[in-house]
Nanobody
Framework: QVQLVESGGGLVPAGGSLRLSCAAS????????MGWFRQAPGKEREFVAA????????YYPDSVKGRFTISRDDAKKTVYLQMNSLKPGNTAVYYC??????WGSGPNEYEYWGQGTQVTVSS
């Protein structure tokens, strides 16, 4: 089992950058695939990025590709989401998620979730 706590959200102007962190506690963090999702008010939870156990592979939807980067530091039990060139449409609560089975793009593919961190991009 793993517990996840996100941090690093806040208010940023359009075109700005933020780096989100997700700190994990529990055992065998390096065995978990990790993902980031976001959810805006009235919308479904949306896939943002995923990284494999070990960090050798990652993937993104087209909406964030080239602007967002996911990374992990297994020694610190932390996964990061670097977000550049932010847009007002990126405003949402951002969640990190973990799973032992694989690294998919659907929320139901992840067993463990953090509480989320708010990101607000002003125009």
């Amino acid at each position: 089992q793993v517990q996840l706590v996100e941090s690093g959200g806040g208010l940023v102007p359009a075109g700005g950058s933020l780096r989100l962190s997700c700190a994990a506690s529990g055992r065998a963090f390096s065995s978990y695939a990790m993902g980031w999702f976001r959810q805006a008010p009235g919308k479904e939870r949306e896939f943002v990025a995923a990284i494999s156990w070990g960090g050798s592979s990652s993937y993104y939807p087209d909406s964030v590709k080239g602007r967002f980067t996911i990374s992990r530091d297994d020694a610190k039990k932390t996964v990061y989401l670097q977000m550049n060139s932010l847009k007002p449409g990126n405003t949402a609560v951002y969640y990190c998620a973990a799973d032992l089975r694989g690294w998919g793009s659907g929320p139901n593919e992840y067993e463990y979730w953090g509480q989320g961190t708010q990101v607000t991009v002003s125009s």
